[in-house]
């Protein structure tokens, strides 16, 4: 039987990652996600990286960026918005995707709010994730609203989450390229 790997995680902004280390970024997420990952990966900066790594290979991967969301009822809310939760394919189920998702919230102190939108809401749910009920939409550049119903997103309430901020109510975000949620 051979020995359980040396895990070790690695928290890392964006702007000191070395090239390498942006490089093992890539290939990792572009096998999870079976499409070349360059330009979301650009699109992370600045961010917060959460990089798990198994007798020295990075085998899982999630990231953050602050982005402003209004809350129905409540107002501005400081959000960590979580993107690429990712697993190299043949390490998928050993448990890293839940190290790193498990392990985030507990580095969103200063944040109201922890958001993401998923493709594997199964996953998410388990690790206490919410998914928002309410009508979504983002602010565009000329300040209008617009409604996205296709899409879905999950919260990870935080010491900081109003206790009352309900599920069901409208919530927006500041736009972005590429994937506006
Ligand atoms: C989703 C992903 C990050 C999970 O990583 P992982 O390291 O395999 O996760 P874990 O080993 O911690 O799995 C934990 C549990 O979640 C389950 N799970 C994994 N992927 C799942 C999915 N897509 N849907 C539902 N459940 C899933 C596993 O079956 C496992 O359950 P078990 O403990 O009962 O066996 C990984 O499958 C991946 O990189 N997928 C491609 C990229 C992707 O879709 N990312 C999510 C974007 S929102």
Do not use: K, N
């Amino acid at each position: 039987m051979s020995a359980a790997p040396s895990i070790d995680m690695q928290i890392a902004s964006s702007r000191d990652l070395s090239a390498a280390q942006r490089q093992e970024i890539l290939v990792l997420c572009s096998a999870a996600y079976e499409e070349d990952f360059s330009a979301y990966l650009e699109m992370l900066d600045p961010a917060m990286h959460l990089l798990v790594y198994a007798d020295g290979l990075l085998v899982s991967h999630g990231a953050w960026v602050e982005r402003e969301l209004r809350a129905e009822a409540y107002g501005r809310l400081r959000c960590a918005y979580v993107e690429a939760i990712a697993t190299l394919p043949e390490q998928q189920g050993r448990g890293y995707g839940s190290l790193v998702l498990s392990r985030m919230p507990s580095l969103f102190d200063d944040y109201d709010i922890a958001v993401l939108s998923p493709s594997a809401e199964a996953f998410y749910q388990r690790l206490g994730w919410e998914t928002w009920q309410g009508a979504l939409s983002y602010r565009s550049p000329e300040g209008e609203e617009i409604a996205t119903p296709e899409e879905q997103v999950m919260i990870h309430r935080l010491p900081r989450t109003p206790a009352w901020l309900d599920t069901r109510t409208a919530l927006s975000v500041d736009w972005r390229p590429l994937e506006v949620w």
